[in-house]
């Protein structure tokens, strides 16, 4: 017994010191390299800014152009109400456009956004540095590296400003041009809005997103019981509430100091309206009536929200990849399907590779070939062999939840071949027009999918071939 607890021991002993170690070792690493983390925000902040500033420019223009086929509506029925609001003015969007390319000017007060990236490598950066833990940076450097997160929350100001700007821009319109004969053009100006303050929200996603070495060092950081208690006292989040881990320093009666109960409302509103009878029965009809109006509005925006339609123009439901760039609306897939062997065919195995793009959430059109490899007539007779070839076009349109309908056609060379000479003979290539069901499930980080679908023209085939497909595939980012 002694000597199984002295092993323990010593075995304890070796794992908290290797995890130590590991941790420091990490850390090390981490914070070894600051000149690399610099560049790295810089290469960030240079890639948002020249995406916002191009996107901006467009977007404006849209919206310029807008408003001046309002003002031609408007005609000379009202100038004055024209020229009062600037409408098709160039100076105008000249000076919007000024702020989109100078992120320190300020127009709107109070339009500052927190951002938790920022917050917790400011303080992270501090903490390490009190702790003397940024080993050769100097003084310079590390006020270079923090001015480097200011940087990119003066990016996310400036995209929440040119978003209030739109905003309070298209609420100038309705309320001016309310009644007027220009419905058709001003909807067009506010989809137009719609869709850039859509792309400003993903250019702000992508400042909110931390680089692989901060999410390291983060990871590292949140496990040292100290960083954790200098988080929650210096942290910007920190100052504007009251952490958890602050609370062992305050009395707990000072925290509720000052809040109304629920006795001073009563006694408030008694003083102020009597406490007779027909007094609380209009207070509570009052309120039975502001929670049937609040339930009325939760519905109407609920029903918004589960359609994917704008809150600023109900009965419009944007395209989510309209902002997006082309890459990022590229599917690739693979997919493949198998048949036994047959009197005119070995065992063979089709291999599909296909490229889709998102027209919409819910329609993906493409192009695919596919390669079919014959495997011999049973197990005991493999032969690996080249049964032809094939090249396809497909679109995907959402059906309903998991389930979308899948068509396309297909062109295929059914023929055993040795050399890709047979690209050349195309009038020898049969032809598939495939209408099916597919079901989309997530597997991992890619997206699973089966396809059940009919071909039109397999009476067509020589020799015939199935007239069902099944095809199991799967679908990366």
């Avoid at 709107?108 to 903490?127: C, E, P, Q, W």
């Avoid at 940024?134 to 200011?150: C, F, I, T």
């Avoid at 032809?431 to 699973?448: E, I, N, P």
Wanted: overall charge positive; some cysteine.
């Amino acid at each position: 017994m002694r000597y199984r607890l002295i092993i323990f021991s010593v075995c304890y002993c070796l794992f908290v010191f290797v995890t130590q170690a590991q941790e420091t070792t990490r850390l090390d690493r981490l914070i070894a390299f600051p000149d690399k983390l610099n560049r790295s925000l810089q290469e960030q902040q240079q890639k948002v800014q020249v995406g916002l500033d191009r996107q901006t420019e467009r977007y404006f223009q849209k919206l310029l152009r807008q408003e001046k086929r309002i003002k031609r509506k408007l005609g000379k029925s009202d100038s004055s109400l024209a020229a009062s609001i600037n409408l098709g003015s160039d100076s105008l969007y000249q000076s919007y456009l000024q702020l989109a390319r100078d992120p320190g000017q300020t127009i709107i007060s109070g339009s500052n956004v927190y951002s938790g990236r920022m917050d917790s490598m400011a303080t992270a950066l501090k903490f390490m540095q009190q702790q003397q833990l940024l080993k050769g940076l100097n003084a310079d450097q590390y006020k270079q590296l923090v001015g480097q997160y200011g940087k990119l929350n003066g990016q996310l100001t400036q995209t929440e400003q040119l978003r209030q700007l739109v905003q309070q821009r298209k609420a100038l319109l309705k309320e001016k041009l309310q009644g007027l004969p220009v419905g058709r053009a001003f909807t067009r100006y506010k989809k137009q809005a719609i869709y850039y303050q859509q792309q400003l929200n993903e250019y702000k996603a992508a400042l909110e997103n931390p680089a692989i070495m901060e999410r390291k060092a983060l990871e590292v950081l949140s496990k040292v019981p100290a960083f954790r208690k200098y988080f929650d006292r210096f942290s910007q989040l920190g100052s504007m509430f009251r952490l958890p881990g602050q609370l062992d320093d305050q009395d707990p009666a000072t925290l509720i100091a000052g809040l109304q109960t629920r006795q001073s409302v009563l006694a408030d509103l008694t003083n102020r309206l009597g406490g007779s009878v027909n007094t609380q029965q209009a207070v509570a009809s009052g309120l039975q009536q502001g929670q049937s109006q609040l339930s009325s509005l939760k519905e109407q925006l609920n029903r918004v929200l589960q359609n994917g339609e704008s809150t600023d123009l109900p009965g419009f439901t944007p395209n989510q990849q309209k902002t997006k760039k082309f890459i990022q609306r590229i599917e690739v897939g693979t997919n493949h399907q198998s048949t036994r062997a047959n009197g005119y065919f070995p065992t063979t195995s089709d291999l599909g590779l296909s490229l889709g793009y998102k027209l919409n959430n819910k329609s993906v059109i493409g192009v695919g070939a596919s390669y079919k490899v014959g495997w011999g007539e049973s197990i005991r007779k493999v032969r690996i062999t080249h049964e032809g070839m094939g090249i396809r076009t497909f679109i995907d349109m959402k059906l309903k939840g998991s389930f979308w309908v899948s068509g396309g056609g297909e062109w295929n060379y059914r023929t055993r071949f040795e050399s890709l000479t047979i690209l050349k003979t195309f009038n020898q290539w049969q032809q598939s027009a495939l209408l099916g069901v597919q079901k989309r499930y997530r597997v991992s980080k890619a997206r699973g999918t089966a396809s059940l679908l009919y071909d039109f023209l397999w009476q067509q085939q020589i020799p015939r071939t199935q007239p069902l497909l099944f095809r199991i595939g799967y679908q990366f980012k």
